[in-house]
């Protein structure tokens, strides 16, 4: 069996792919904190809505499934943590904790833990199994960000949907297809 053959098996994610040491550990760390950073001044308003389209999303979730759960998930504490702290690399060039937004964030940060989790056992390896995990993860941001959009600006559950999901369904499928690609593709060539 070929080396590379037994480092894309499952209880892999593609960071363990690079030699393992804690520089390299902290570099992707630090390194999935500022592509979530850049990514989220990819913004572009949604009419009805304050919270605007980002990249932000697909960094998460590509930061959480490429690094694996824990590395993802510290990754977003510090792009979280940093943004509070008045780092103005949240949408839009906003940051702190009181955006109306802040709740997407923490969602970015489960997500990217789950997805991680799912991605060392093989969640990023087929197309299908891509999909789903995006789908997973995209689910999660939502439900911890719809939520706290109603209760940060007084609107109904109902108008939260209206305004912090349903405008963003179409660009959500277009990020998974773009991870669909991507991730399996990556694997494909770690495979050689």
């Known amino acids: ?10 209880g892999k994610v593609l960071a363990d792919l690079l030699p393992a040491s804690r520089t390299r550990d902290i570099a992707l760390v630090l390194g999935g904190a500022a592509l979530t950073g850049v990514a989220a001044q990819i913004a572009v308003p949604v009419p009805g809505s304050p919270v605007p389209v980002t990249g932000q999303t697909f960094a998460a979730l590509l930061v959480g499934t490429a690094l694996g759960a824990r590395r993802g998930f510290l990754s977003l504490a510090v792009y979280a943590l940093v943004g509070m702290a008045g780092m103005p690399w949240f949408a839009q060039g906003t940051s702190g904790a009181g955006s109306v ?3 997407y964030v923490i969602g970015m940060l489960l997500a990217s833990t789950v997805v991680g ?8 390896r087929s197309v299908l199994r891509t999909a789903g995990t995006m789908a997973l993860g995209s689910v999660i941001i939502y439900a911890v960000g719809v939520p706290y959009l109603a209760a940060a600006t007084g609107m109904t559950l109902t108008q939260a949907v209206a305004a912090g999901l ?3 369904l179409i660009g ?7 991870a669909m690609g991507v991730l399996p593709t ?3 060539f770690a495979d050689k």
């Open 101 to 103: 937004s802040f709740g």
């Open 1 to 10: 069996m070929s080396t590379a053959a037994v480092s894309t098996r499952p």
């Open 117 to 124: 989790a799912l991605a060392r056992r093989g969640g990023d």
């Open 166 to 168: 349903t405008p963003f």
């Open 186 to 188: 990556a694997w494909k």
């Open 172 to 178: 959500d499928a277009v990020k998974a297809a773009l």
